[in-house]
Nanobody, 121 residues
Framework: QVQLGESGGGLVQAGGSLRLSCAAS????????VTWFRQAAGKAREWVAA????????LYIEPVKGRFTISRDNAKNAVYLQMNSLKPEDTAVYYC??????????????WGQGTLVTVSS
């Protein structure tokens, strides 16, 4: 069993930065790929970035490439999302998820509760 919890969200001005953290419990976490999703008000949850269990491979959706960086520290059972040059369209609740290597929400078994990121213009 894996439990996830996000932190690090908040209010930031456009152009600013935030670092989200996803803390996990459970020995299996270090063997799982981890994904960040986000959900803006009134919109479907969308895949944002993913990292392999080893941290050697990471993927991003096009709008965040060059601005967001996903990383992990398996010794600390944590995954991070460094978000730079934030834009108002990045405003959303951000979730970490584990247990699949997929862009589909329904494929994931483990979810955190989400952390709200608000970017003001």
């Amino acid at each position: 069993q894996v439990q996830l919890g996000e932190s690090g969200g908040g209010l930031v001005q456009a152009g600013g930065s935030l670092r989200l953290s996803c803390a996990a419990s459970g020995r299996a976490f270090s063997t799982l790929p981890v994904t960040w999703f986000r959900q803006a008000a009134g919109k479907a949850r969308e895949w944002v970035a993913a990292i392999s269990w080893s941290g050697n491979t990471s993927l991003y959706i096009e709008p965040v490439k060059g601005r967001f960086t996903i990383s992990r520290d398996n010794a600390k059972n944590a995954v991070y999302l460094q978000m730079n040059s934030l834009k108002p369209e990045d405003t959303a609740v951000y979730y970490c998820a584990a247990g699949a290597a997929s862009t589909r929400v329904e494929d994931y078994e483990y979810w955190g509760q989400g952390t709200l990121v608000t970017v003001s213009s």
